[in-house]
Nanobody, 119 residues
Framework: QVQLVESGGGLVQAGGSLRLSCAAS????????MGWFRQAPGKERELVAR????????YYGDSVKGRFSISRDNAKNTMYLQMNSLKPEDTAVYYC????????????WGQGTQVTVSS
């Protein structure tokens, strides 16, 4: 079982930046993908970005393309989400996830971290 621990959420003004981190521990996951989902009140959870652990191939949701950047540090077993030009509509609980290549299947979830963007 892989455990995921997130950090880095908080309150920021519109146009600002935050960086989320997700540290993974447990069994090896060379064939997995990791990613970030978010869920705003009254809305469904959506995939924000994912990265394939083996070769770093990335995917971004349309709403964050050009503003968010996902990366990983293999040596630290840590994934990051750099969020720039934040908008109030980015306000949500952000969850780290690990699973299959497209993250349609998620094997492990983090506890979630709140990101609030004020206008």
């Amino acid at each position: 079982q892989v455990q995921l621990v997130e950090s880095g959420g908080g309150l920021v003004q519109a146009g600002g930046s935050l960086r989320l981190s997700c540290a993974a521990s447990g069994r090896t996951f060379g064939s997995y993908a990791m990613g970030w989902f978010r869920q705003a009140p009254g809305k469904e959870r959506e995939l924000v970005a994912r990265i394939r652990w083996s070769d770093g191939t990335t995917y971004y949701g349309d709403s964050v393309k050009g503003r968010f950047s996902i990366s990983r540090d293999n040596a630290k077993n840590t994934m990051y989400l750099q969020m720039n030009s934040l908008k109030p509509e980015d306000t949500a609980v952000y969850y780290c996830a690990l699973g299959g290549a497209t993250l349609i299947y998620v094997a492990s979830w983090g506890q979630g971290t709140q990101v609030t963007v004020s206008s």
